[in-house]
């Protein structure tokens, strides 16, 4: 079974840029969330979704917002980036509410 | 609000000795899920094992074990007979029933060959 793919794995943006993140989970898995990690805050949780609708979302500004589709893919998306959104961005899936997997992330550098 | 806490930033151990990684958290909640998550360079964060509270029976997965103490909060990670691949970022994390795992600040384990 494949695992949790995230896209990009890299990406470099210039600040007031927008970015998209895509997310592709377990097969069979209908929940999806996004962490950021950073050295200074370490990992925070942006937000959950489950059959296309938002259930959960963390304390982040609106630049931060996400969908799922019909095939639980999920993509994030950050508007006006600034340097402080230079992060780990891990997407992980969940089957019934058990453990979440984890992709390999995407490292987003803005400057 | 649910807060977990891991106090030892770094730890060191040789090769095939038992080291313990700490972790305590406070909730109001009676059920929820705990896991140890390890992050290698490679930055993908590797489920270790995971612990369901309402179980009274420690979680073993090979040389990895953990000691829950519910009533004292507490969920410290054992390794035994280290190998220089468990050296990575260890997190301890809890999903409190909604999906969203609250994580520790890491334990960077080192393995002294």
């Known amino acids: 079974k494949a695992g949790v793919t995230q896209t990009p794995r890299y990406l470099i943006k210039t600040r007031g840029q927008q970015v998209t993140l895509s997310c592709s989970p377990i097969s069979g898995h209908r929940s999806v969330s996004w962490y950021q990690q950073t050295p200074g805050q370490g990992l925070q949780f942006l937000f959950e979704y489950f059959s296309e609708t938002q259930r959960n979302k963390g304390n982040f500004p609106g630049r931060f917002s996400g969908r799922q589709f019909s095939n639980s893919r999920s993509e994030m998306n950050v508007s006006t980036l600034e340097l402080g959104d230079s992060a780990l961005y891990l997407c992980?899936?969940?089957?019934?509410?058990?453990?979440?997997?984890f992709g390999q992330g995407t490292r987003l550098t803005v400057v | 609000a649910q807060t977990v806490t891991q106090s030892q930033p770094e730890m060191s151990v040789q090769e095939a000795e038992t080291v313990t990684l700490s972790c305590t958290y406070d909730t109001s909640e009676s059920d929820y899920y705990l896991f140890w998550y390890k992050q290698p360079p490679s930055r993908q964060m590797i489920l270790v094992i995971r612990?369901?509270?309402?179980?009274?029976q420690n979680a073993t997965e090979n040389r990895f074990s953990v000691n829950f103490q519910k009533a004292a909060k507490s969920f410290s990670l054992k390794i035994s007979d280290s190998q220089l691949g468990d050296a990575a970022m260890y997190f301890c994390?809890?999903?409190?029933?909604?999906?969203?795992?609250?994580f520790g600040t890491g334990t960077r384990l080192t393995i002294i060959p």
């Open positions: 992980a899936s969940t089957f019934q509410g058990t453990e979440a997997f």
């Open positions: 994390a809890f999903n409190f029933g909604n999906e969203k795992l609250t």
């Open positions: 612990q369901e509270a309402y179980k009274q």
